[in-house]
């Protein structure tokens, strides 16, 4: 019925690939050559040329308040002729990098489906009622579970171009590229539940408008992100981490939503955990990263290996493949052959340096524990404005690692190459709860991504250090009428 065939065009050349094209008002197909298309240029120069028409958070649940059938047709044709402006800029993006950086098969990938989620997206004529907004909505949904591979491409087609790409393009590059990805996800997950909500088919929780909280309470965020923080450290490696405090405007509520939140202050409060365990129960924590098979030194900060796997962490390698299909819909189609199986997993990682000698007794093992300074998470707000420090005393970051601390680029990036582990992402809190992301997995981007949900709505993440002591890391979340932030300016 649409259009789906990825045109893959690098520096404005057509690479040497042919797709088939199923026209909208035939059935008959035509083979395109591996010529370049000059028309398809000229197309895409159109949508590319369009301002994109940003929304505020305001906009988002006034308008989804009092849903009528004609708003929501509305809605469907907003999304109908934004997304492929979007994916069109995006698109130029991919065609100015530099060529041998194109060709890198990750980045090919994921250029090919920008091409083919925007053929499809031009397509799809006026929506005019509810039956075809429901036949939108199923192309929507089907476009957000195969963009799913983007992030783990992306970082991996980074990873492996770093000396072909200057740093400050590789971060302007992909920054750009994850926000319009929020952006236009925003956008589809938007209208998909407000659809739902209004054809009957799902219940509106109370306070929400699609997936907007319009009373997100600042305590309970904190709350959830650690309960499920702590969780997931006792039930992969046995270990109960430090307790977090929080203090502060205890009664906060702001307009928001909570996936991306959550993301942020669940990475932030995860990584002061590890950091609290590694500073004040070193032995814990090494006795139990070899009780689950991972490598205890997977989470130091200079580590620029990818991540090797000894044979006791394959069954959690497994759980979380099966976590990640049980969480996507799958559609029929083939297996991506660049996407790596269990059965490919490097077992030949190293042994362990450590000897028996430092596994500390159980009675040991609990007086450290019990000894672990509590992480402090203070809630402030104002008039438009909600803040969250994190503070820890798990040691501090290194003066030298906090100048590539948001970077996509430097060596130590090459922790990104462990999304081969990890083929699809949707960077939400839920792909932790249930193991999608294996918790001894260091992938590098939670830090970068958390930045990147915080500056999308004009927020911002500062991290502030005192080596050989602790770590205060501050979100400012902007709550008034926001606009999107999609361009990145560096910093």
């Known amino acids: 019925m649409l259009d789906k065939t990825p045109h893959a065009f690098l520096l404005g050349r057509r690479c040497p690939c042919a797709a088939s094209k199923q026209n909208v008002s035939s059935p008959r197909r035509r083979r395109y050559t591996s010529q370049p298309n000059f028309y398809h240029n000229r197309i895409l120069e159109q949508y590319a040329s369009q301002e994109t028409k940003r929304v505020t958070l305001r906009q988002l649940t006034v308008f989804g308040r009092t849903l009528t059938e004609e708003k929501l047709l509305k809605s469907a044709n907003y999304v109908r002729a934004e997304l492929p402006v979007r994916?069109?800029?995006?698109?130029?993006?991919?065609?100015?990098?530099?060529?041998?950086?194109?060709?890198?098969?990750?980045?090919?990938?994921?250029y090919k489906l920008y091409w083919e989620a925007f053929e499809t997206f031009r397509s799809i004529p006026q929506i005019t009622t509810l039956e075809q907004n429901r036949e939108f909505c199923d192309t929507v949904e089907h476009m957000l579970d195969t963009h799913l591979v983007a992030i783990p491409r992306l970082a991996m087609g980074v990873a492996e171009s770093g000396v072909h790409l200057a740093a400050r393009e590789a971060d302007r590059f992909m920054n750009e590229m994850l926000r319009s990805r929020i952006g236009r996800r925003v956008l589809a997950e938007q209208h998909i539940?407000?659809?739902?909500?209004?054809?009957?088919?799902?219940?509106?929780?109370?306070?929400?408008?699609?997936?907007?909280n319009t009373r997100c309470r600042a305590q309970d965020v904190v709350q959830r992100c650690s309960n499920l923080a702590s969780r997931v450290f006792e039930e992969a490696f046995g270990v109960t981490p430090p307790e977090v405090a929080v203090d502060?405007?205890?009664?906060?509520?702001?307009?928001?939503?909570?996936?991306?939140?959550?993301?942020?202050?669940?990475?932030?409060?995860?990584?002061?955990?590890?950091?609290?365990?590694?500073?004040?129960?070193?032995?814990?924590?090494?006795?139990?990263?070899?009780?689950?098979g991972a490598e205890p030194e997977l989470h130091r900060e200079d580590d620029t290996r990818p991540y090797r796997t000894s044979s006791g962490n394959a069954p959690r390698l497994g759980e979380a493949w099966a976590a990640n299909a049980a969480l996507r819909n799958v559609r029929g189609t083939a297996r991506d052959p660049m996407?790596?199986?269990?059965?490919?997993?490097?077992?030949?990682?190293?042994?362990?340096?450590?000897?028996?000698?430092?596994?500390?007794?159980?009675?040991?093992?609990?007086?450290?524990?019990?000894?672990?300074?509590?992480?402090?998470?203070?809630?402030?707000?104002?008039d438009s404005?909600?803040?969250?420090?994190?503070?820890?005393?798990?040691?501090?970051?290194?003066r030298d690692a906090l100048s590539h601390l948001w970077s996509y680029s430097h060596p130590s990036k090459r922790k990104f190459l462990n999304f081969a582990h990890v083929p699809r992402?949707?960077?939400?809190?839920?792909?932790?709860?249930?193991?999608?992301?294996?918790?001894?997995?260091k992938l590098g981007l939670g830090l970068p991504m958390s930045k990147v949900y915080a500056n999308?709505?004009?927020?911002?993440?500062?991290v502030c250090s005192m080596d050989g002591y602790g770590t205060d890391a501050y979100v400012t979340l902007k709550v008034g009428n926001q606009v999107e932030n999609l361009t990145y300016t560096g910093g």
Do not use: C
């Open 193 to 212: 539940t407000l659809s739902a909500v209004f054809d009957g088919r799902e219940s509106q929780e109370p306070h929400y408008i699609g997936i907007v």
């Open 385 to 398: 404005l909600i803040t969250f420090r994190i503070s820890d005393q798990g040691g501090g970051i290194r």
């Open 339 to 382: 996407i790596p199986t269990p059965e490919h997993l490097d077992m030949t990682g190293p042994s362990s340096s450590y000897t028996s000698s430092s596994v500390p007794s159980s009675s040991s093992t609990a007086d450290a524990v019990t000894k672990l300074p509590s992480i402090r998470a203070t809630i402030g707000s104002a």
């Open 248 to 292: 502060g405007h205890l009664d906060a509520t702001f307009t928001y939503i909570p996936d991306q939140i959550e993301y942020i202050i669940f990475e932030l409060l995860k990584n002061s955990m590890w950091a609290t365990l590694e500073k004040h129960a070193p032995e814990v924590l090494v006795q139990a990263t070899k009780d689950s």
């Open 87 to 110: 994916l069109a800029h995006r698109i130029f993006d991919f065609q100015h990098l530099p060529f041998i950086v194109g060709t890198n098969p990750h980045i090919e990938h994921i």
């Open 425 to 441: 992402l949707a960077a939400k809190v839920e792909e932790s709860e249930h193991h999608v992301v294996p918790t001894g997995l």
């Open 456 to 462: 999308y709505w004009g927020g911002d993440i500062e």
